[in-house]
């Protein structure tokens, strides 16, 4: 999803791409790219605008140019060290 949307959008520019283009280049619902969208804007990898306008950020960007092997788990939700 995260490469999709960085191939559609530009954070430097803030051009933006939309919801529904990004379901039908993936071939999925809108529900489904919505969800994975807020999971990848509470990590800071993307920006979600009104009216279904979304973009990459810096961040997602910067994320996607490490030099990893295979796929790469980011979790939104909150962890805390002391547990």
Do not use: K, Q, W
Not at 47 to 70: A, C, D, K
């Amino acid at each position: 999803m995260l490469e999709h949307l960085a191939t559609a959008s530009d954070a430097d520019r803030r051009d933006t791409t939309t919801v529904g283009t990004l379901a039908l280049v993936l071939d999925a619902g809108r529900h489904e790219v919505e969800t994975h969208l807020y999971g990848l804007a509470a990590c800071e990898l993307a920006r979600i605008y009104p009216r279904g306008r979304v973009r990459v950020t810096v961040t997602g960007e910067e994320f996607l140019n490490l030099e990893t092997e295979g796929a790469a788990l980011v979790d939104p939700s909150p962890t805390s060290l002391n547990e």
